[in-house]
C-alpha cells in the first residue's frame, strides 16, 4: 500500500477590485504607475517590452511587461530590484504582476496576482498591505474619481 503525501502548494498574493470603467480605461489607467502606485518612475508601461523602474528611496524595482492581450491581461516581469527592507535585497526579481481584466456591463473586474510573492516569502507580510492600499486605495480612485495617491 502506497503511503499518500499531502503536498502543499505556495499560494501567490492575489487581490481584486471592480471598477466603474471599461477596460480599455481601465488598463490605460495601470499603465500610468506614476499616477497610482509610486510618483518616482521612470520608462514606458503601456506596451510590450516597455521598460519601467520605480523608485522609494533606496528601494527600486525595474520591469519589463513581457505579455499584453489587448484590454484584457497584461504582465509586467520583475528584471531587477533592491527591496532596502528586507535580507534579499533581489526577492523580487523573476517574479511577475499580472493583471486580468474582465469587462461586464460597463464594469471592469481587475484580478491582480504577484506571481512569486507566496506567505513563505521574506517580504510578505509587508508587501500583501502595500499591494492591497495601491490597489483599492489609489488605483481604484484613479480609475473611479480620477486622482490616485501615489507614493
Not at 81 to 108: R, S, Y
Not at 120 to 128: A, D, G, I, R, T
Request: charged fraction near 30%; glycine fraction near 6%; charge should be neutral.
Amino acid at each position: 500500500m502506497k503511503k499518500q503525501t499531502e503536498t502543499l502548494t505556495e499560494q501567490d498574493f492575489s487581490y481584486s477590485i471592480t471598477v466603474n470603467a471599461p477596460a480599455k480605461e481601465a488598463m490605460k489607467k495601470i499603465s500610468h504607475v506614476n499616477l497610482w502606485w509610486a510618483k518616482d518612475f521612470k520608462g514606458k508601461a503601456a506596451k510590450l517590452n516597455d521598460e519601467f523602474s520605480v523608485y522609494f528611496g533606496d528601494t527600486y524595482v525595474d520591469f519589463k511587461i513581457s505579455e499584453v492581450i489587448p484590454d484584457k491581461k497584461i504582465t509586467w516581469l520583475v528584471t531587477d530590484c533592491n527591496l532596502g527592507w528586507i535580507k534579499d535585497k533581489k526577492e523580487w526579481k523573476n517574479t511577475e504582476t499580472i493583471w486580468t481584466l474582465t469587462e461586464k456591463n460597463g464594469k471592469t473586474r481587475i484580478d491582480f496576482v504577484h506571481k512569486g510573492l507566496t506567505q513563505e516569502s521574506e517580504c510578505y507580510e509587508s508587501c500583501k498591505p502595500g499591494w492591497t492600499h495601491h490597489i483599492k486605495d489609489s488605483l481604484l480612485k484613479l480609475i473611479d474619481e480620477g486622482k490616485g495617491s501615489p507614493e
